[in-house]
């Protein structure tokens, strides 16, 4: 996803199935971003990861649903287990239908930006597992952890992507 992210920043003028053209600039300009083709591969990307997090959602929460039911009946507190699974598969599903925006990120050329979005939901996430555990919240502590490390990363790598594509596309200031 990065690399054929690159094709229309780097100005291409279509997405080949193989190889790449040259980008067409003028004399010896540099080529420009090519705004209407990376955003239709935002808007198909989206469409392909929305429907891949909704089968993958469905089926983890009927068959998973089903086996973790199984699974926890004999412990002495099953309803929390089961409270764990949902949120978990609500993480799930919001990792997989967002997990597009640090691909995109990476191919802009904003690699290290990427990483260091990653790593502030990873700090998100080990503070609400050590904050959760310290509280009392048990397994509900790392599956929270979980869903708001997908949900920060996830949105701060959108954000970042977003902000860099209109900040470029309208020119300076």
Not at 25 to 51: C, E, F, I, S
Not at 58 to 71: A, E, S
Not at 119 to 147: E, R, S
Not at 151 to 161: E, L
Request: aromatic share 10%; net charge positive.
């Amino acid at each position: 996803m990065s690399r054929v992210t690159a094709y229309p920043w780097a100005g291409a003028a279509e997405i080949q199935a193989t190889g790449v053209q040259p980008a067409r600039a003028p004399h010896d300009a540099l080529p420009t971003p090519n705004y209407r083709l990376l955003a239709d591969l935002v808007k198909t990307m989206q469409l392909y990861y929305r429907g891949i997090g909704l089968v993958v959602t469905v089926l983890m929460g009927v068959f998973g649903t089903l086996w973790i039911m199984h699974k926890a009946q004999g412990l002495p507190n099953p309803h929390a287990v089961l409270w764990a699974w949902l949120l978990f598969l609500a993480g799930i599903f919001v990792n997989i239908t967002s997990g597009m925006w640090h691909p995109l990120l990476s191919g802009i050329n904003e690699v290290r930006l990427n990483q260091q979005v990653f790593v502030c939901g990873l700090v998100v996430n080990y503070l609400t597992m050590i904050i959760g555990l310290l509280l009392g919240a048990g397994l509900l502590a790392p599956v929270a952890g979980f869903f708001l490390m997908g949900a920060v990363s996830r949105s701060g790598a959108r954000w970042k992507f977003n902000q860099f594509t209109r900040a470029k596309e309208s020119g300076p200031n």
